[in-house]
């Protein structure tokens, strides 16, 4: 993992005392509320519905443990008792005081953290694939290269008022876990023709009000010319992108607008005067500077170890809740007798992401028995134990079970992303976490969960998109109409490396009529597969839309539970009414058989 | 129970601990919401919110929140965000104004 | 108009005098007393007056529109070696990036120069701000 050396520390001791100083003028009035709120937010200070809301960065979500006990002090003794992992690596607490704030960011610069540029119209935190150093099919540790880019964005002069915020992934393997083609710039590790490193750089995706899918820019960049070339992006879209709109404001927009080739020339020429630069701020990244930074994440001392385990296998013959949650949250590692476990912070009918202090505690302590002293935060909002020895794995289990972190549901209908929505959120036009709690407490039988098999449910409060409902096999928005709340489903998303937009099935559901709609979703599938094995979006890609929205708007029901809903939409009946019929009649027999 | 319509109320957040806050008699700001002074015409609304913009040592964003009003006198928000933000999370009764008894409203089913 | 500079506050009349681009392409004016650009001018126009212009003033609409910046790196990179400076709504916060970028000194008017006074520049005057640039 990366230490911060004495520049790292002198940088974010700097920072904390600004902000303390922000704070002070802002109080006196030597700074307006105009003026001090893009300052808030970039040292991850938002004002949310009833309070403040500090987001700490997790840089592409890797900590240790002393920095999740640290996590769990500052929860507890500055907020509330608990955090909310978010969809961006990232820990959100959200009942900090303005005043209590610059001790707080002092607390984590004393563990090598940051809030840090966690907010604001500037180079966000940036994230990369939560297996990062442990994953089987990784080609290459991406984790250097988001820590180069941590520290190359974190001040940097020129892309501190930019006319949007700009998120920047990258993953070092095939399959994709960090959502790059969703990002204002998605960097793949690659190699080219002759064998060396360097990077396909994807640019313009994003979720929001215009999802878009990002295209390749640069097909290939050396590995030297990464900050040259980011600088180059980012100075074009500086300059250019739109400011008379926030929504049109993304790079996104620049490069629809544009069109990709005139960016891509625009950029090029900017790359071409950098690199000509003799001692401009952005040199090309010295092969020293790059093995440093690599040095600090070279693979920790794994012992030699046969794969399986005598141990293991017993207790996997023995103990059936632990056969499940092996089979659910474990993947493969890429040394021998280690094992990559998923802690899933989505126990059943619980806010998800949410952990308390005392989860975070028995986390950091599990991670130093067992982990190598390691965590990671998905995007997914659960924790990862990157390196767990095989052995250890019946021990762990207990530990977790212990801390109420044992649920066994990683990539299952319960495992939902939920942005925190219109319970903590400013933005907001509806709830998303009860939406949530709803659902994991309808399919909270574990059989019917195993049976439906790998289906991603994906939230968010407003067209923002914090809970990528776009990308999920089934994606709820939820959005306000005529007063009150109305959830729009989406369907056939898809966050890997296939990526896919979810297609809109149709007019929006009451708040009530949400679990009612993905039970009928899921009936459906349940029926059309063609067997245990053709997962919901194998199915949905197979047959398309038409059979699904069938089961989401049957004839019959027409707008079920609208009573609430007063001007609600009337459900249309779907686009064939044999086929919904059909559905319906398969739906049925599907319910009695499960019955809960 | 009859309810006036197209009641409103100032409503802002503390700027030190970013609590909710109402605009009540004599200038002052407080978590109540049953102390907020109405506003019951347009000029009522400009003057209020002129006053709201002279504090902003004290409040920030402060606006216009819509409200009804009981035979009792009581008021109630009448979008569910205004619900929400007086009472605190809809799914953790234990956190924010409703957990301290400051709730004089409910959470309605949405 | 104050003019911020590392050593503080200079109050100079000159501010009057800078040369709007469309008087300097016109043939208006010399533009060795300064030239003022708005923040969305194409850099590459300049290049052939490089020389005979004495000060080049970026206008700052509002603080939080950072194209300023950038085209203060790029002026640089096209070789304007004279004096460039920030000019409008600049923060004292913001003192540290406008240098970083290129910017010799940064010009307010009153108003912000009474809210935000010498000492809160000169307190973020030296300051680098960018662990990265720091260590390199
Ligand atoms: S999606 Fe909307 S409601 Fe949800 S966290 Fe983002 S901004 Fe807030």
Redesign the pocket.
């Known amino acids: 993992m990366y230490r911060y050396d004495e520049f790292d520390d002198r940088f974010v001791r700097e920072r904390v005392a600004s902000f303390r100083s922000q704070v002070e003028r802002r109080l006196s009035g030597a700074l307006t509320e105009d003026e001090f709120k893009p300052l808030r937010l970039q040292n991850g200070l938002y004002l949310q519905l009833h309070a403040y809301m500090l987001r700490v960065a997790i840089p592409y979500g890797t900590l240790n443990s002393p920095q999740m006990l640290q996590l769990a002090m500052i929860a507890e003794r500055w907020d509330k008792g608990y955090g909310h992992f978010t969809t961006r690596q990232n820990i959100q607490f959200n009942w900090p005081k303005l005043q209590d704030v610059p001790a707080i960011l002092e607390a984590l610069a004393d563990v090598g953290m940051h809030a840090i540029q966690t907010s604001g119209n500037c180079i966000r935190n940036v994230t990369a694939d939560h297996f990062a150093g442990a994953a089987a099919d990784e080609i290459e540790d991406p984790r250097p290269t988001a820590e180069i880019l941590r520290q190359w964005s974190s001040g940097h002069p020129e892309f501190a008022f930019l006319p949007r915020k700009f998120k920047i992934a990258v993953t070092g393997s095939p399959n994709d876990r960090a959502v790059t083609k969703a990002h204002d710039i998605g960097l793949r590790m690659v190699r080219n023709a002759a064998g060396e490193p360097g990077y396909e750089v994807i640019v313009g995706g994003g979720l929001g009000r215009t999802p878009m899918i990002g295209k390749v820019i640069r097909e290939f960049l050396p590995k030297a010319d990464l900050l040259a070339y980011l600088e180059s992006v980012l100075r074009v879209y500086n300059l250019y992108g739109r400011r008379d709109n926030k929504y049109k404001a993304r790079i996104k927009i620049l490069v629809h607008e544009s069109k990709l080739e005139t960016i891509r020339a625009e950029v090029e020429a900017e790359f071409e005067r950098l690199m000509a630069e003799e001692a401009g701020p952005t040199r090309a990244l010295s092969a020293a500077e790059v093995a440093r930074i690599e040095a600090y994440f070279a693979p920790p001392a794994f012992d030699d170890l046969p794969d399986s385990d005598a141990g293991l296998e017993a207790a996997l013959a023995a103990d059936q809740d632990f056969r499940a949650w092996v089979k659910t949250n474990i993947v493969a590692h890429r040394q021998s007798g280690y094992r990559i476990v998923t802690v899933s912070i989505k126990p059943i009918g619980k806010a998800p992401g949410d952990a308390s202090a005392d989860q975070m505690r028995a986390l950091a302590d599990i991670a130093e028995r067992y982990s190598l002293g390691e965590l990671r935060v998905s995007h997914e909002q659960n924790i990862v134990l990157p390196h767990v020895r095989a052995a250890d794995l019946p021990e762990v289990f207990a530990c977790l079970q212990k801390a109420d972190l044992a649920t066994a549901n990683i990539g299952l209908i319960t495992d939902i992303i939920a ?4 319970d903590y ?5 509806a709830r ?1 976490i009860p939406v949530a709690q709803d659902i994991a407490n309808h399919f909270n039988s574990p059989a019917l969960a195993a049976e439906i098999g790998k289906l991603q449910i994906k939230i ?8 990528h409902h776009h990308v999920g096999h089934i994606g709820i928005l ?1 959005l306000e109409k005529g007063g009150i709340e109305s959830y729009q489903i989406t369907l056939g998303g898809d966050a890997t490396e296939t990526t896919a937009i979810g297609e809109r099935a149709g007019p929006g559901f009451a708040y009530d009529e949400v679990v009612p709609a993905v039970r009928r979703l899921v009936d459906a599938y349940l029926a059309l597969r063609t067997d245990a094995n053709e997962t919901f979006l194998q199915t949905y890609r197979r047959l398309g839309a038409a059979p699904f929205k069938a089961a989401l708007y049957p004839a019959d029901i027409g707008g079920s539970g609208s009573g609430a809903g007063g001007g609600w939409p009337k459900a249309k009946a779907g686009p064939s009414l044999s086929a919904s019929a059909q559905v319906q009649q398969a739906a049925h027999s599907q319910y009695v058989f499960y019955h809960f | 129970m009859s309810k006036t319509p197209a009641l409103q109320v100032v409503t802002a957040n503390d700027l030190l601990n970013g609590d909710v806050v109402f605009l009540s008699s004599g200038g002052c700001w407080r978590r109540e919401l049953q102390h907020a002074t109405l506003v019951r015409t347009s000029g009522d609304a400009d003057f209020l919110m002129a006053q709201a913009a002279q504090h902003e040592a004290y409040v920030v964003g402060p606006y216009l929140a819509e409200v009804t009003q009981d035979d009792a006198g009581r008021l109630e928000p009448v979008h569910y965000r205004e619900r929400i933000r007086t009472l605190g999370p809809s799914n953790r009764p234990d956190l924010g104004r409703q957990a301290e008894g400051l709730a004089e409203v409910a959470h309605v089913p949405l | 108009m104050p003019i911020v500079t590392d050593s503080g506050f200079v109050f100079a009349d000159e501010t009057d005098a800078l040369l709007s681009l469309d008087a300097m392409l016109s043939g208006g004016g010399d533009p060795a007393g300064g030239l003022e650009i708005a923040n969305d001018t194409d850099p590459r126009d300049l290049v052939p007056h490089f020389e005979a212009v004495g000060l080049i003033a970026v206008t700052f609409p509002n603080f939080a529109d950072g194209r300023g910046f950038s085209l203060a790196r790029r002026l640089r990179a096209l070789g304007y070696k004279g004096r460039l400076r920030a000019k409008g709504h600049v923060i004292s916060d913001q003192y540290p990036m406008a240098r970083a970028c290129g910017f010799d000194e940064v010009e307010i008017d009153e108003t912000l120069a009474a809210r935000q006074p010498e000492q809160h520049w000169l307190a973020v005057a030296t300051r680098s701000g960018h662990a990265l640039q720091a260590r390199a």
């Open positions: 942005c925190p929505g219109m959120c400013a933005l907001a036009t998303s968010s409060g407003c067209i923002n998109a914090c809970g939820g």
